[in-house]
T-cell receptor, first 114, second 115 residues
């Protein structure tokens, strides 16, 4: 059974710091891995999607890496800003039972203070 | 309207009520999903529809009843819920399903409180 773990569960940093959020998964037979952002009480915003054949993806100050063999992904946030405060979710995509499904981690709650 | 929309955004209902959640996607996608997000638990997949056909219900109690009349609309009918069903219900859509990896796009969610 695929399990996704995110470390740390919560993080509080001063503005300007570079951050690394970690995601690990137990089964390497994934199709892709997505990082999402969720603001309190809101839906999910997709940040980056890494296909299983790729090693990393970049968007602005965000960079996500994927190491399928070791079952790990990291989300790197450069020069953090208060507007980055949110919960960051990692999800792996599996093909199981004839359909494609996402398995989510519990998230990392990030607070960036001025 | 663009993306994935959900109505209502907030809902309070008694345990004997019947209500429905609505989701609409404006992305031309063929697959739609219902997820449940409870406090301090990871998102859980409830239902998957591909080309209007249900392909997964993930052992969801029968008090939750999905309906997908076409590829753009998805409903979740609720009846005789329990307080533990209080959660954020999220709808998502993707281009397709099957042995391909499609990105899922999420709506803003409906915050449900069962009293």
């Amino acid at each position: 059974k695929q399990e996704v773990t995110q470390i740390p569960a919560a993080l509080s940093v001063p503005e300007g710091e570079n951050l690394v959020l970690n995601c690990s998964f137990t089964d390497s037979a994934i199709y892709n891995l997505q990082w999402f952002r969720q603001d309190p009480g809101k839906g999910l915003t997709s940040l980056l999607l890494i296909q299983s054949s790729q090693r990393e993806q970049t968007s602005g100050r965000l960079n996500a890496s994927l190491d399928k063999s070791s079952g790990r992904s990291t989300l790197y946030i450069a020069a953090s800003q208060p507007g980055d405060s949110a919960t960051y979710l990692c999800a792996v995509s599996l093909f199981s039972g004839g359909y494609n499904k996402l398995i989510f981690g519990a998230g990392t709650r990030l607070a960036v203070h001025p | 309207e663009t993306g994935v929309t959900q109505t209502p955004r907030h809902l309070v209902m008694g345990m004997t009520n019947k209500k429905s959640l609505k989701c609409e996607q404006h992305l031309g996608h063929n697959a739609m999903y219902w997820y449940k997000q409870s406090a301090k638990k990871p998102l859980e997949l409830m239902f998957v529809y591909n080309f209007k056909e249900q392909t997964e219900n993930n052992s969801v109690p029968s008090r939750f009843s999905p309906e997908c009349p076409n590829s753009s609309h998805l409903f979740l009918h609720l009846h005789t819920l329990q307080p533990e069903d209080s959660a954020l219900y999220l709808c998502a859509s993707s281009q397709g399903q099957g042995a391909l990896s499609y990105e899922q796009y999420f709506g803003p969610g409906t915050r449900l409180t069962v009293t």
